[in-house]
């Protein structure tokens, strides 16, 4: 099966891509630097042609509003476009878990509006929502600190391995589409607040985490729920115990 992978020079995209050649498919890696541009549709025919299936995990380089909204508007347009006219079988997207209830976030609402878009296509889909990264951590702390100190929601999240969404976006791809939403996290829920507490012990920062029930995310406040999965989603296998192992040893 020839698989293109929107976003596949990136973390996500380029183990995508790794995963589905293991298997013996026809994995191409799309992205500007490959001479595909969604945005100004350089390139999509030809990388479309032949194409059983499409994985989209390009993200957005600007988090503003506008930015991001413009992003995924016209790089979902142009290449759902595409896809329609090559006879692409299936649109897999991954997404974020609890976008739906983060629409206060100008970001957020860019990512329901690609999900919208993907919905109203006639191209058979399947969307992943995942919940946070466990790298993503360090743009958390970074997005809190203050000095010697880091002011974060207490919150309860639940961050997912890279490598199980992985696994997840190949299993969908290879499925019949669902034409549904499915949701991805990882084994343990930890607050928010907790889970940087951890990521810094473990790099030896002793920098001070303070907790604030109402603090921001992405310009939202969240509750327990907002960045949390349903009871039917996925469970990766890798533990924050098991990342945190890993990610010091790598340093």
């Known amino acids: 099966m020839k698989i293109v992978v929107i976003g596949g020079t990136g973390l996500i995209g380029s183990q995508v891509v790794s995963g589905l050649k293991a298997l013996g498919h026809e994995a191409v890696a799309a992205s500007p630097n490959t001479g595909v541009n969604t945005l100004t549709g350089e390139g999509l025919s030809d990388v479309l042609g032949g194409a059983e299936a499409v994985i989209d995990v390009a993200n957005s380089p600007s988090f503003e509003a506008d930015a991001a909204l413009d992003f995924f508007r016209t790089s979902g347009t142009n290449l759902l476009a595409a896809e329609q006219i090559a006879g692409v079988a299936h ?57 010697d100190e880091v002011h974060l929601s207490s919150a309860m999240v639940q961050p997912v391995a890279a490598e199980d969404v992985v696994e997840a976006l190949i299993e969908l791809v290879l499925a019949a589409p669902l034409n549904d939403t499915v949701e991805i996290a990882g084994p343990q ?58 990610a010091i040893s790598a340093d």
């Open 91 to 147: 649109h897999v997207a991954l997404s974020v878990v609890g976008t739906d209830r983060l629409q206060s976030s100008g970001y957020f609402r860019a990512k329901l509006a690609q999900e919208e878009l993907i919905k109203a296509s006639p191209t058979p889909w399947t969307i992943l929502r995942s919940t946070q990264f466990f790298p993503f951590v360090a743009g958390i702390i970074q997005s809190g600190s203050a000095g």
């Open 189 to 246: 829920a930890i607050r928010m607040d907790a889970f940087a507490q951890e990521y810094l012990t473990a790099q030896e920062d002793l920098r001070k985490i303070v907790a604030e029930p109402d603090g921001l995310y992405f310009g939202s406040v969240i509750d327990d729920r907002s960045l949390t999965p349903g009871p039917d989603a996925r469970i990766g296998a890798t533990t924050l115990e098991d990342w945190l192992r890993s």
